[in-house]
């Protein structure tokens, strides 16, 4: 493919799919997640585009909260992104393109845009590859250009496309996008032959899109442009500048742009593929054992059929139930009726207006340095079991209302506790005092694993003062 028509992904890394929890929470959201195999959602999109020719480094859109996270599952698969861009806020799809086309504009090239969510799941690799180069053909020539998933039965939870064929058979010219159809319609919808899935996926030079919006959504291109102009480079980030792009309208591709043009285009994607959207869309997915199950983890069935069954922590046992999901973590287990699988949503928002930590975080929280998981607490005191990884650093820091206690249990630590220095190897420990500077590092080859007894009169995450970090963070 020559060098103009070179096709950069652009890989959208936000959203917290609640209807996948309680794994999927907004600390640790489903495209960061192994639901289905070996590779997380983000790193199957990642090694997706890879087989296509002619594609570019990608360029990753992420909030701030995930940006390790993102680096990190994309270093595991040695991608090197071209930009990874730091959304301050979440503004739908529309602005989250704007600000990746000004960026790919940026070096004076006009590549090819591929935007594809983070968190679907694409079986056939080949197909999806034969219809992003036939979209690809049409975005060259200055269309814009989607994805449209050929349906295999009336689905109600996602968006259509109607589109008609074109002379050349190839592809088809998009007519209009429908919302989520009930039933009737969505039946209606599958007889008629020309209606198909909105895959949220779309194809078109950056120069293209841009005009687009300065012609139909010319908030969003002020707002993108200002909040690119004004950012500022943090490692390996590229942070947008939050007044400018929180004051940018949300809204999707679809509806500031597609909805628009008379000459959309749209080819057929017919490559097992589904949004992932719920419970009973991974049991779908999923390979199945006896009795139709799905089972992951530690499960033990008997007697039960059409069970999805997903065990993170402990053995889980399930007798004589039909059509029922389980799914455990540590710090809850979720039992729903797959027909109710879309009511887990209802669910999260009754947990958040109760205040309920559980809405939002994992008993283990991911940060660049590893992740800490909170074993037990109680009146001022609580335990974490702590991984740092090989070369990780925490922050040099203190706390006013907290004293630690660290043991380790494999690994060595080097820790700086005031103006000392000093190793610690398995079974050794160190005491830091109330209000006493601290950091701690993995100077080895292998994850350092230790156990942190905090006491004190408060024990929040906010309690951190930070002196210095190797990851910009205050």
């Known amino acids: 493919m020559a060098s103009e028509n070179r096709i950069v992904p652009v890989v959208l890394c936000g959203g917290t799919g609640s209807r996948l929890w309680p794994l999927s929470r907004d600390g640790h959201p489903k495209q960061f997640l192994r639901l289905l195999g070996d590779h997380t959602l983000l790193q199957d999109t990642l090694l997706r585009v890879r087989g296509i020719d002619g594609v570019g480094a990608p360029i990753l859109v992420s909030n701030e909260a995930h940006r390790f996270v993102v680096a990190e599952q994309a270093r595991e698969i040695g991608c090197e992104p071209a930009a990874i861009l730091l959304e301050p806020h979440a503004r739908n799809t529309a602005p989250a393109a704007a600000v990746a086309a000004i960026k790919a504009q940026s070096g004076g090239d006009d590549p090819i845009l591929l935007v594809l969510p983070s968190d679907h799941l694409v079986r056939d690799h080949a197909a999806f590859a034969r219809s992003v180069t036939a979209a690809s053909v049409a975005a060259a020539a200055g269309a814009v250009a989607t994805l449209g998933v050929v349906p295999t039965f009336p689905a109600t939870g996602y968006g259509y496309i109607k589109a008609v064929p074109t002379n050349d058979g190839a592809l088809m010219t998009v007519k209009r996008f429908v919302e989520k159809p009930s039933l009737e319609q969505a039946t209606d919808f599958l007889g008629e032959g020309n209606c198909f899935w909105n895959s949220g996926m779309f194809l078109f030079r950056a120069s293209v899109y841009l005009d687009a919006l300065r012609q139909f959504a010319p908030d969003i291109l002020r707002a993108a442009e200002q909040a690119v102009a004004r950012g500022k480079s943090d490692l390996d980030f590229c942070r947008l500048d939050a007044d400018a792009f929180g004051a940018c309208p949300s809204d999707s591709i679809d509806y500031a742009v597609m909805e628009h043009l008379r000459d959309g285009r749209m080819a057929p994607l017919a490559a097992d593929w589904s949004d992932i959207g719920s419970w009973d869309a991974v049991w779908k997915a999923a390979e199945k054992t006896e009795g139709n199950n799905a089972a992951v983890g530690n499960v033990v069935t008997h007697g039960a059929r059409d069970c999805l069954v997903h065990a993170s922590h402990r053995m889980v046992a399930v007798a004589g139930l039909d059509s029922v999901i389980v799914v455990e973590t540590p710090d809850v287990v979720l039992v729903v009726h797959k027909d109710h699988a879309q009511d887990v949503k209802q669910l999260v928002e009754a947990l958040r207006a109760q205040g309920r930590p559980e809405a939002t975080q994992h008993r283990q929280v991911y940060r660049p340095w590893g992740s800490y998981d909170s074993v037990d607490h109680g009146q001022r005191y609580q335990v974490k079991r702590i ?88």
């Open 387 to 474: 991984s740092v990884k090989p070369g990780a650093k925490l922050s040099l820091q203190k706390h006013h209302h907290r004293a630690e206690h660290w043991v380790v249990v494999s690994g060595t630590a080097r820790v700086r506790r005031g103006d000392v220095e000093f190793l610690l190897t398995e079974d050794q420990s160190t005491y830091i005092p109330i209000g006493e500077t601290h950091s701690l590092e993995n100077p080895g080859r292998i994850p350092l694993e230790l156990i942190e007894i905090q006491s004190g009169s408060y024990l929040g995450e906010d309690d951190i003062i930070r002196m210095a970090d190797i990851y910009g963070r205050t």
